[in-house]
């Protein structure tokens, strides 16, 4: 895996003249219950972001680990970053990686609220310059993948339990998880939320979840964690090539 992190100027050199792609990954540190780290969103688009920078030899250029999460504002552990101090800071790692000759960025998000500042940020980037952006919501695509078998996309549940295990078990805290308790048509608001079509905004987490978490972290087993994130890779490398976003930088 070629990082950022681990290799030298004249490498990083080498290594984008040779393949000018940059995978960014995206998530926040936020409550996850009182079974969960709060790290989970991060560690969840790390693992996706890494292992799809290692599929496509691309350069995985680590942002930071936090994001705008307001809604989860009030809970210890949780820090939301302005949309503003996000965008800004993103353009400038963006710029940054553009002038070293960076043709196409790959933002990999696994916190939906980062969305409408990512997708500002890379409409920018292509107008105001020669990269071009895409934006892979590996959440969405592991809700997609894993809905056959039962995994479920909540806040603290399911697939982020499996996300967690599979970056290190040793960090849940499943026997703590007990039976979350949701107010009065939360489902119904949770789905509106998150509708495609029409929809509205929730703004505090206990409007969908009085504990700050629902779903079911016990589907979480070891040998589904040992399918993540490779399964989502899978998919997020065949709708790249579907639209020739591995072509453009080579």
Partial sequence: MTSLYDLTSPDVRKHIDGRPIAVLPFGSIEQHGPHLPCG?????ADLV???????IDGLHAPFCPYGVTPIHAGHPGTISLRRQTFEALLSDVCNELIGMGTKTLIFVNWHEINTPSLDAVATDLQEETEARVFVAQACYVAQRIYADDGGSLTHGGSIETMAVMAHDPSLLKIERAGEP????GAEAKDAMRRSREVYGFVTDVSEIASEGWYGDPTWATPERAATFPSAVVDEIVKQLEAIDALEVAR
């Fill in 40 to 44: 989970t969103d991060t560690m969840a």
């Fill in 49 to 55: 972001a890494v292992e799809l920078a290692r599929r």
């Fill in 181 to 184: 308790s949701r107010p009065p």
